[in-house]
């Protein structure tokens, strides 16, 4: 299956990672949650994001801030920046990035990532043959990528199949609501549950998402 993404940047068909439907199969086997849940979705899966640049510029926007709040700022961004590309952003310069909605500390860490890509400070091209940790290792030594930041990336660029973000709210939320009727869960309890979800944390984690809001991130 190929599902058309939008980035804002520019439109592109995104196939199924290769590993998606073996995933549902063995997740709906394991787990009676999962079991009920991915038939709900049909034929959606998850939508990766092929330029790491935008995909870790789009991840500092919507750090601590409402998908909404997020949405606008990323579209502004877009606006001042069509292609999003390291040296267009630190042309831009940090005024400008600040009037697309910007705190002074996400411009600050825009401009340190645009700066990082520009100068070859990261080893982009090798990320894919780095396994998880290695990839973070590297990442949250840039400023204003966290460890949750660095998780993303892992699923939206590296489409990786078994990452388990706990930092991630929708996660820790979507499995109060889905495995414990709402009660609250601490990170123990949420590594308890997604044991049973390997080699596929990633894609149990989606869906866990796609519970709380059906529909996929762009």
Same mark, same amino acid.
Request: aromatic content about 8%; some cysteine; overall charge neutral.
């Given at each position: @299956?190929?599902?058309?993404?939008?980035?804002?940047?520019?439109?592109?068909?995104?196939?199924? /990672?290769?590993?998606? #439907?073996?995933?549902?199969?063995?997740?709906?086997?394991?787990? $009676?949650? @999962?079991?009920?849940?991915?038939?709900?979705?049909?034929?959606?899966?998850?939508?990766?994001?092929?330029?790491?640049?935008?995909? +870790?510029?789009?991840?500092?926007?919507?750090?601590?801030?409402?998908?909404?709040?997020?949405?606008?700022?990323?579209?502004?961004?877009?606006?001042?920046?069509?292609?999003?590309?390291?040296?267009?952003?630190?042309?831009?310069?940090? #005024?400008?990035?600040? #009037?697309?909605?910007?705190?002074?500390?996400?411009?600050?860490?825009?401009?340190?990532?645009?700066?990082?890509?520009?100068?070859?400070?990261?080893?982009?091209?090798?990320?894919?043959?780095?396994?998880?940790?290695?990839?973070?290792?590297?990442?949250?030594?840039? $400023?204003?990528?966290?460890?949750?930041?660095?998780? @993303?990336?892992?699923?939206?660029?590296?489409?990786? /199949?078994?990452?388990?973000?706990?930092?991630?709210?929708?996660?820790?939320?979507?499995?109060?609501?889905?495995?414990?009727?709402?009660?609250?869960?601490?990170?123990?309890?949420?590594?308890?549950?997604?044991?049973?979800? #390997?080699?596929?944390?990633?894609?149990?984690?989606?869906?866990?998402?796609?519970? +709380?809001? /059906?529909? /996929?991130?762009?």
């Amino acid at each position: @299956m190929v599902q058309k993404d939008t980035t804002g940047a520019a439109s592109r068909q995104v196939a199924l /990672p290769p590993y998606w #439907e073996e995933a549902k199969i063995e997740l709906m086997k394991r787990d $009676r949650i @999962m079991k009920k849940l991915i038939p709900q979705f049909g034929d959606l899966h998850l939508v990766g994001h092929d330029d790491p640049f935008i995909t +870790l510029a789009r991840s500092i926007v919507k750090q601590q801030v409402t998908a909404k709040a997020a949405d606008v700022a990323w579209k502004k961004l877009l606006a001042l920046c069509p292609k999003c590309t390291p040296a267009q952003v630190l042309k831009a310069g940090a #005024e400008q990035l600040g #009037e697309c909605g910007l705190s002074k500390r996400k411009t600050e860490y825009i401009l340190d990532l645009a700066d990082n890509f520009k100068a070859k400070k990261v080893h982009a091209s090798q990320w894919h043959e780095m396994d998880d940790e290695a990839v973070i290792a590297e990442l949250v030594q840039i $400023r204003g990528i966290t460890r949750w930041t660095a998780e @993303m990336f892992l699923i939206f660029n590296l489409l990786r /199949p078994n990452v388990l973000p706990l930092d991630d709210p929708g996660l820790i939320q979507g499995i109060s609501q889905n495995y414990f009727s709402g009660e609250p869960v601490s990170r123990s309890d949420a590594r308890e549950v997604s044991a049973n979800w #390997e080699p596929y944390r990633t894609v149990a984690t989606w869906y866990l998402w796609r519970s +709380l809001d /059906p529909v /996929p991130v762009k």
